[in-house]
Every structure is written in C-alpha cells, then in structure tokens.
C-alpha cells in the first residue's frame, strides 16, 4: 500500500489550489482516504474523508465549506480543494487511509504554503 | 469537538517506562470507544502505533501499550530507546463526532 501526495505549493492569498493523493498497491475503490492538516509546529487536526467508491464524503464542522474533497476512481486519486486560500491555510496536508476507526497507511504530506 | 487534551512534553532514560495520558475521550451512543494512537518524527507522517484503545498493528514493537480509564486513554512505552524520541498523537473516533485528535506529546528521552 502506497499513498504519494503531489508536491509542495506557494501560492499567494486568494488564489486557489488543488493538491492530490494517489493510492497504489490495494483496490483504491473499497477504502475511505482521509485528509489531516498540521499547522507549522502544531497538533493533527481532522479535515474530512471521502469514500473512492461512490464519491461520499464527510467533513469536519471546523472545515466544511472551508475545503472541498474529491476523487477520481479511475486514476485511484483522491483531492483537496481551496477556492480562496488565505495565510492560516499554511500547513502540511496529508492524506491517510481509512481501516476501520484508524489511519492506517498515510502519505508523504504536501506542504502548502500561503503568503503574499 | 474541541481538540483532546495531552501534556505537552513528558522525558524519560534509556530503559525506562513513560506513560502519555489522553483526556476527553467520549464514547459513542452504544458505549463504543475507539483510540488510536500516532508517532510522528520530524519530518515524517504519523505512524500508527495502537488502535480500538490497545491493539497493535502488525510490527509494532511490544513495548508500546494503550489502556483506558474512564474518559482518559494512556500510551505506555516501555523499555525506552533513543528512536523513541518523537511525537504522539492520540485520536478518538465516534460516529458522532468521527475522528478527533490530541494536541501532542514531545517525548524526549534523555
């Protein structure tokens, strides 16, 4: 099992951005992936989860409407999306897959980085 | 739900046993709790180390424990070893509230 998350970003506020997770090793269809935020020097803060297979998602009360969470079954990838981006958007974003109440297999994490 | 609270730091010698409490774990409506806990060294993604409050994955040493008490789950690390020196996470999930983390533990082994 493998997940690898697209590469670091430095985008300026207002702009949007779209960063991804591709799983390999395991039939990516069948397990919900996870999207976990860590703040510069900060805790793991819960973002949201999508299941590949039919696309349904939840989020965090902290984060709904505030990131958008997507996939694409055929190329086994999994997305996190901002429309607007502000500076408190600075973080490392990882990806996790779901087994049962854990994250079992995570990414590598993309740093994003917000400032004008 | 608001972040579950850890202590910031906790140290400990070679060989020795520490033990990293978690507060405001909730159960969900069928009295269901479930608890992770994560590594994390500098400059890597977490690492899971126990699940469902004190399960092991596959190839996690033995000397990482987990037990709960009421509404506070505690990581155990016996035997402490240099490579032990990161940060832990722990995590409650409920359907509820679904997944909710700690705040973080700098383990530093002296």
């Known amino acids: 099992v493998q997940l690898v998350q697209s590469g670091a970003e430095v985008k300026k506020p207002g702009e949007s951005l779209n960063i991804s997770c591709t799983g390999s090793?395991?039939?990516?269809?069948?397990?919900?992936i996870g999207w976990v935020r860590q703040m510069p020097g900060k805790g793991l803060e819960w973002l949201g989860i999508?299941?590949?297979?039919?696309?349904?998602?939840r989020y965090s009360p902290s984060f709904q409407g505030q990131v958008t969470i997507s996939a694409d079954k055929s190329t086994n990838t999994a997305y996190l999306q901002w429309t607007s981006l502000t500076a408190s958007d600075t973080a490392i974003y990882y990806c996790?897959?779901?087994?049962?109440?854990?994250?079992?297999?995570w990414g590598q994490g993309t740093l994003v980085t917000v400032s004008s | 739900q608001s972040a579950l609270t850890q202590p910031a730091s906790v140290s400990g010698s070679p060989g020795q046993s520490i033990t990293i409490s978690c507060t405001g774990i909730?159960?969900?409506?069928?009295?269901?709790?479930?608890v992770s806990w994560y590594q994390q060294h500098p400059g890597k993604a977490p690492k899971v180390l126990i699940f469902?409050?004190?399960k092991r994955p596959s190839g996690i040493s033995i000397r990482f424990s987990g037990s709960k008490s009421g509404d506070t789950a505690s990581l155990t690390i016996s035997g402490l070893q240099a490579e032990d020196e990161a940060d832990y996470f722990c995590s409650s999930y409920t359907r509820s509230t679904v997944w909710v983390f700690g705040g973080g533990t700098k383990l530093t082994v002296l």
């Open positions: 090793g395991y039939t990516f269809s069948n397990y919900w």
């Open positions: 909730n159960s969900d409506v069928r009295g269901y709790t479930y």
């Open positions: 999508i299941f590949p297979g039919d696309s349904d998602t």
């Open positions: 996790a897959r779901r087994m049962d109440n854990y994250f079992e297999h």
């Open positions: 469902d409050v004190n």
